[in-house]
């Protein structure tokens, strides 16, 4: 039996696995999203659960599922509406805390060369804002964005 709870944008950019991945916000708000994310639309999933669990069974008892939304509130309801024989979590701070997140970090790194700072910038948050980049990509410049600022874990 696992817990349920909440993982944070930290924890989330610094995973070492990948997670089964579900943004639930409305269809205006499908874009901009995390790499390796599936949509399903939070009543969809609401009225669902159970046929979702019986679906994902083999892949919940090995990954983590982890629900976001806009904001993180829509997806912890949903989160409450899973059995516990799964690990289920909701993202802290949902799509708005991952864009600050990645924001900061973006703004914060230290470019080699100035001069492309600001095109170099368009291409890593276009990588960070699209569910097609493959995980072992996002994890790359996740990682390369948080050696260069290491304070960033403890916020």
Do not use: W
């Amino acid at each position: 039996m696992f817990t349920k709870g909440y993982l944070t944008i930290p924890d989330l950019l610094t995973r070492e696995s990948e997670t089964l991945l579900i943004d639930t916000r409305g269809v205006e708000d499908f874009e901009p999203a995390i790499p390796g994310s599936k949509t399903i639309y939070i009543l969809k999933l609401l009225d669902r659960v159970k046929e979702f669990e019986k679906r994902y069974d083999q892949v919940l008892r090995n990954r983590m599922l982890l629900l976001y939304c806009s904001n993180e509130n829509g997806s912890k309801m949903v989160r409450d509406k899973f059995s516990r024989r799964y690990e289920v979590r909701y993202l802290k701070g949902g799509m708005v805390g991952y864009l600050e997140a990645v924001t900061r970090l973006l703004g914060e790194h230290p470019y080699e060369n100035p001069q492309t700072r600001e095109e170099t910038q368009l291409k890593l948050l276009q990588a960070l804002t699209n569910r097609k980049t493959p995980f072992k990509t996002f994890r790359n410049i996740a990682t390369h964005l948080i050696r260069s600022n290491p304070g960033f874990l403890k916020s």
